[in-house]
């Protein structure tokens, strides 16, 4: 909270250029920040208002605050504001040492530790948490053959464009058909919509025929 | 969402575990990780343990006075399953009232979708009661249904998590 209050405080760098910045720079928020607040003193008090209800709303509202400030100016600045709240929503109840996981990646953990159980229950000292095998039938309930890696490479291009591993691994987890329901089962990503429609088009398009070609060959075996 | 996080805890060797050579008090080590991390079985913060992935580094043990058992700091990487709010997730129903439904979610049994969560369904009671939908859309038992969190509450005492969930919303709700 600190930080954002600072940031909403600094502008006199940002200064001028104002207003045209915050629409090229896109995702630097920062800038975006001071350089808006600056301009505009008669937002000042609301600005950093959005910006709270953004921190503590769940992922749904990014929406309304991305409306507020397409009025205030630019289209850009909502779409620089909305992935930290998003992140913030998603992994703030995780410890800092933590990292999520598609569901891919953890059917393969945990796929590859009750391979070894076979050999490994023979020791009775040996025990696993009850809510291991729940755990793996969750994470296998896809039937989902595909590598994690492979799944990984086809949405690395989505970084580029501001989406943050968790919403990666949202994404990847629900298993979406179609890019409009990639935005309604992940709002945090709608500020983002245009400029991600067309990267998340070809993911999903890669992922389909990567499934069509994993059931295929799973039919032959 | 499955989540991989790094972690270090103090085991505690009995005496008699102990022994001269370095792999079986390495194995003894971990065996005992692995049966405390079991029995832990979830936390706030990190939701539902699965297991044990990596086990890093061992650190020098010290003895302690009163039992003679030595404690060892191990760094180790494990896999939770937690809910988070706002997440997509699937889960099963398993039972149906009035007010609502039970699911099943990976690990996590009393995920609560509440019949004012889902709009437009009606409840229809009966042997085998169930919701239905205008759009003839049937929430029963079996159904695989997705939805959003909305909110959870770690139970201490249970070691177990209570979700809120919600279908309100498009390509929410049960799945053919």
Redesign the interface.
Known sequence: MAEKGGKGYVPPKGGKSALKSPVSNGDKSKKGKAVQFDSEDSFESDIPKSNGEKGSAPAGKGGKGGKGEKVANGTKKPTAKAPSSTEKTLVDGLPPNSVCLMDCEAAEILQGIQDQMVVLSQDPDIKLPVSFDMGLSYAKRGGNLAKPQTVKKIFEPLKKHGVSESEICLISNVGPETVDEVFALVPALKPKMSTLKGPLRIALDELAILKDALAKLKESI | ???????TWNVVLPAENLDIKGLMLQKAII?RL??E??????SK??G????V?TVGSIGEGKVRQESGGVLFPVDFSC?T??M???????GVVYTIINKGVFL????ARNVFLSHTMMKDYRFVPGENPYFTSPKSSKIEKGVTV?F?V?GQKFVEAEKDFQALVSIN????GPIS
């Open positions: 969402m499955y989540v991989k996080s790094k972690m065996t692995m049966s991390f079991a029995a832990k079985k979830a913060d990190l539902y343990f699965l297991t992935t896999l399953f937690k988070l709010v706002g997440e997509v997730l699937e099943r979610c990976g690990p997705r959003v909305l919303g498009d390509y929410l």
